[in-house]
């Protein structure tokens, strides 16, 4: 079983930058699929990028070419670096892992593995 810790939440202004990171228990690229999601309040959670170690790494159009993620093998910690940021993007982020048996599946689906978020906020 993965278990998942984010840090790097705050408050920032919009234009400004904030580096999420999802530490993970047990992980191995190999086997589990990592996903950042977020849920702004009154909203449905979206995904917002999906990496697994592969190549094969999925950005929800609303943030290509603003944030990135990369992986800290030695650590094994997930980070997201998000710049140019927007109020739009407030909302609590989180870290989900899901086995790559489901890779089949949307890039987004089947993640049964939460961590318990922290909140971004971007004011204007």
């Known amino acids: 079983q993965v278990q998942l810790v984010e840090s790097g939440g705050g408050s920032v202004q919009a234009g400004g930058s904030l580096r999420l990171s999802c530490a993970a228990s047990?992980?191995?690229?190999?086997?589990?699929?990592i996903a950042w999601f977020r849920q702004a309040p009154g909203k449905e959670r979206e995904g917002v990028v999906s990496?697994?170690?592969?190549?094969?790494?999925k950005y929800a159009d609303s943030v290509k070419g603003r944030f990135t993620v990369s992986h800290d093998n030695a650590k094994n910690i997930l980070n997201l670096q998000m710049n140019s940021l927007k109020p739009e993007d407030t909302a609590t982020y989180y870290c989900?892992?899901?086995?790559?048996?489901?890779?089949?599946?949307?890039?987004?689906?089947?993640?049964?593995?939460w961590g318990r978020g922290t909140q971004v906020t971007v004011s204007s």
């Open positions: 047990e992980y191995a690229s190999s086997t589990y699929r």
């Open positions: 989900a892992a899901r086995h790559k048996a489901f890779d089949g599946l949307p890039s987004f689906s089947a993640f049964n593995y």
């Open positions: 990496f697994g170690g592969d190549g094969r790494t």
